[in-house]
């Protein structure tokens, strides 16, 4: 199981994908916190493959921006319900 987290893909997951992981981590902060630590495998927890340029955009994300902005978003979701799908990526 291991070998396959850490196996590069060969495809980059799709927007939507990308969306949902993006947005689970902004939501989940302790998701967040491990997306930001090891990408690969935080997407393998959801069953999205990333490939290594998406790995390498997301441990180039700064964790106190990233942070502050899950927050912003969590602070928006409790004011007006859960946004759409969000497209950040």
């Known amino acids: 199981m291991k070998a396959s987290i850490d196996a590069g893909a060969t495809s980059d997951a799709s927007q939507a994908e990308m969306d949902r992981l993006v947005g689970h981590a902004l ?3 302790d998701f967040g916190a491990r997306l930001l630590e090891n990408p690969r495998a ?9 490939s290594e340029s998406q790995v390498e955009r997301i441990m180039e994300l700064e964790p106190a921006s990233f942070a ?3 927050t912003l978003f969590r602070n928006v979701a409790e004011l007006e319900g859960p946004p759409g799908i969000l497209p950040i990526w």
């Open 27 to 29: 939501f989940d902060q």
């Open 68 to 70: 502050a902005l899950g």
């Open 42 to 50: 935080a997407a393998h927890e959801l069953g999205i493959d990333l």
